[in-house]
């Protein structure tokens, strides 16, 4: 998913529907923020961005990797939220002889 430093509030929400619907289908998200002409100069907008996507996602997913900066762009990449498995109830010995 693209991303630009100045992006509306609006056109954010937006996006992030796109990346709850991807996480959910278990697949992996790279989110990206494209820096044109002296945007470069604020690198700091893209990594608050980043992070204020990664708070938005709490719950839903994981980090995987931490905001990257490569050329004009700054990623990261997010994964689907491993949930903690459920645990069976202990049988006990009761439950076993009444089984047989």
Do not use: C, N, W
Request: charge should be positive; aromatic fraction near 4%; proline fraction near 4%.
């Amino acid at each position: 998913m693209r991303l630009r430093p100045k992006i509306g509030d609006h056109d954010l929400e937006a996006k992030m529907r796109f990346i709850k619907k991807f996480l959910a289908d278990g697949d992996k998200v790279k989110v990206t923020v494209m820096f044109r002409g002296r945007e470069i100069t604020h690198a700091d907008l893209g990594y608050k961005l980043l992070q204020k996507v990664i708070q938005l996602l709490d719950g839903l997913g994981t980090v995987e990797k931490t905001p990257v900066m490569e050329g004009r762009r700054m990623f990261i990449i997010m994964t689907q939220a491993v949930a903690a498995p459920k645990s069976k109830p202990k049988e006990t010995q009761d439950a076993k002889t009444k089984d047989s």
